[in-house]
């Protein structure tokens, strides 16, 4: 039942993904690639006093990468850099399989665990993360 549960909120992020675009200038964009499935994910991000103000992403790829994205956005944006570090760590943490799906404290995120059982899509889903991680700390 919760795989299936899983399975729609990324088939609805996917079909519907949330911050789909790209920001006006100032920006900054980084790209990542994942070149098991052929993904891409295009980040547009401004950074104000620590803070991840905006954010939108573009790209292509698979639903898994593309719904992974969608939800990094919505969930990440207006947040403290502080917030969106511990955020991406939590990710890693829940498709290494270190912690385990927690709707009520981590939302639609917990729709991502439901990969851990293929682990060649695990790349997929956490390219958008990677992706922004490399780019926040290309900042410092
Ligand atoms: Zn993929």
Same mark, same amino acid.
């Given at each position: 039942? +919760?795989?299936?549960?899983?399975?729609?909120?990324?088939?609805?992020?996917?079909?519907?993904?949330?911050?789909?675009?790209?920001?006006?200038?100032?920006?900054?964009?980084?790209?990542?690639?994942?070149? +098991?499935?052929?993904?891409?994910? /295009?980040?547009?991000?401004?950074?104000?006093?620590?803070?991840? *103000?905006?954010?939108?992403?573009?790209?292509?790829?698979?639903?898994?990468?593309?719904?992974?994205?969608?939800?990094?956005? %919505?969930?990440?944006?207006?947040?403290?850099? *502080?917030?969106?570090?511990?955020?991406?760590?939590?990710?890693?943490?829940?498709?290494?399989?270190? /912690?385990?799906?927690?709707?009520?404290?981590?939302? %639609? /995120?917990?729709?991502?665990?439901?990969?851990?059982?293929?682990?060649?899509?695990?790349?997929?889903? *956490?390219?958008?993360?990677? *992706?922004? %991680?490399?780019?926040?700390?290309?900042?410092?």
């Amino acid at each position: 039942m +919760l795989d299936e549960l899983y399975q729609q909120v990324i088939l609805d992020h996917y079909r519907q993904p949330r911050g789909r675009g790209h920001l006006q200038e100032p920006k900054i964009t980084h790209e990542g690639f994942n070149p +098991l499935c052929g993904d891409e994910v /295009i980040l547009d991000f401004r950074v104000e006093d620590d803070m991840l *103000t905006d954010i939108k992403f573009s790209g292509r790829g698979c639903s898994i990468s593309q719904a992974s994205a969608s939800m990094m956005v %919505e969930s990440l944006k207006g947040k403290s850099l *502080t917030e969106v570090f511990e955020a991406i760590r939590q990710v890693y943490a829940l498709l290494k399989g270190e /912690i385990e799906p927690d709707l009520e404290t981590m939302g %639609e /995120i917990s729709a991502l665990s439901g990969v851990r059982k293929f682990p060649v899509r695990v790349k997929c889903a *956490t390219l958008a993360w990677h *992706t922004l %991680e490399e780019a926040l700390k290309g900042l410092k």
